[in-house]
Nanobody
Framework: VQLQASGGGLVQAGGSLRLSCAASGRTFSRYGMGWFRQAPGKEREFVAAISWRGGRTDYADSVKGRFTISRDNAKNTVYLQMNSLKPEDTAVYYC??????????????WGQGTLVTVSS
């Protein structure tokens, strides 16, 4: 499966953005999907994930209550709605896919990143 993330940009603290990740391939609906991010000088970290049917989600503590992951299997797309953004959310965000039911890493497929910059 090939993944392409979009929707990044510059936003003020407290604002919102919605990231999208479009997937190619007929088996998208069978994959768990996740979002990760990498801030300058830091390692890539898990942000959120959703099961293949969308019935289960998982979030990093740092984004719980602010970010929401969802998916539309008919459109082969996964979303990350980000609200109440903080400067520390500034990072390159990556979408990823995996087989199996466990939502945490490791992931098998990765898209290119989209940059999110939150100004204070």
């Amino acid at each position: 499966v090939q993944l392409q993330a979009s929707g990044g940009g510059l936003v003020q603290a407290g604002g919102s953005l919605r990231l999208s990740c479009a997937a190619s391939g007929r088996t998208f609906s069978r994959y768990g999907m996740g979002w990760f991010r990498q801030a300058p000088g830091k390692e890539r970290e898990f942000v959120a994930a959703i099961s293949w049917r969308g019935g289960r989600t998982d979030y990093a503590d740092s984004v719980k209550g602010r970010f929401t992951i969802s998916r539309d299997n008919a459109k082969n797309t996964v979303y990350l709605q980000m609200n109440s953004l903080k400067p520390e959310d500034t990072a390159v965000y990556y979408c990823a896919g995996k087989s199996g039911s466990y939502l945490r890493p490791p992931y098998d497929y990765w898209g290119q990143g989209t940059l999110v910059t939150v100004s204070s």
